[in-house]
C-alpha cells in the first residue's frame, strides 16, 4: 500500500505561481512512476505529469509544458509540481498518483494509488 497526502493548493492570481507538495507513505519502494492529474468542474480529469522514482525521466501534458514542472525527494518520499505563469485554465482539484506500472503513465488507469487532492484556483 502507498498513501498520499497532498498540499500547497489555494488561491493565486493568474500569472503567477504556486508549488503542490505530495507526501508518499507506505510500500514506496514498489513505486515505478509519480503523477499530477487534474480536474476542473464538469470536465474529465487530464494527466499533467510524471516522473519517474529516481527522478530521471519525466513526461508532461501538453498543455502545461514549459510552465509546469515536476520533481521529486527521494529522501523525504515526497513529490513536488512547480507551477508557473498559471492561467485561469489551470483551475483545477489536483491529484497526486503513483503507479507501479511502466507503461501508460500518462493515463489515469495507470495509476493505483491516488491522493485526496488539493485544490488551485487561478483568478483572472
Known amino acids: 500500500q502507498v498513501q498520499l497526502v497532498e498540499s500547497g493548493g489555494g488561491l493565486v492570481q493568474a500569472g503567477g505561481s504556486l508549488r503542490l507538495s505530495c507526501a508518499a507513505s507506505?510500500?514506496?519502494?514498489?513505486?515505478?512512476?509519480m503523477a499530477w492529474f487534474r480536474q476542473a468542474p464538469g470536465k474529465e480529469r487530464e494527466f499533467v505529469a510524471a516522473?519517474?522514482?529516481?527522478?530521471?525521466?519525466?513526461l508532461y501534458g501538453d498543455s502545461v509544458k514549459g510552465r509546469f514542472t515536476i520533481s521529486i525527494e527521494n529522501a523525504k518520499n515526497t513529490l513536488y509540481l512547480q507551477m508557473t505563469s498559471l492561467k485561469s485554465e489551470d483551475t483545477a482539484v489536483y491529484y497526486c498518483?503513483?503507479?507501479?506500472?511502466?507503461?501508460?503513465?500518462?493515463?489515469?488507469?495507470?495509476?493505483?494509488?491516488w491522493g485526496q487532492g488539493t485544490q488551485v484556483t487561478v483568478s483572472s
Open positions: 498518483a503513483a503507479s507501479r506500472l511502466l507503461v501508460g503513465i500518462g493515463t489515469g488507469s495507470a495509476y493505483g494509488y
Open positions: 507506505g510500500r514506496t519502494f514498489s513505486t515505478y512512476y
Open positions: 516522473i519517474n522514482w529516481s527522478g530521471g525521466s519525466t
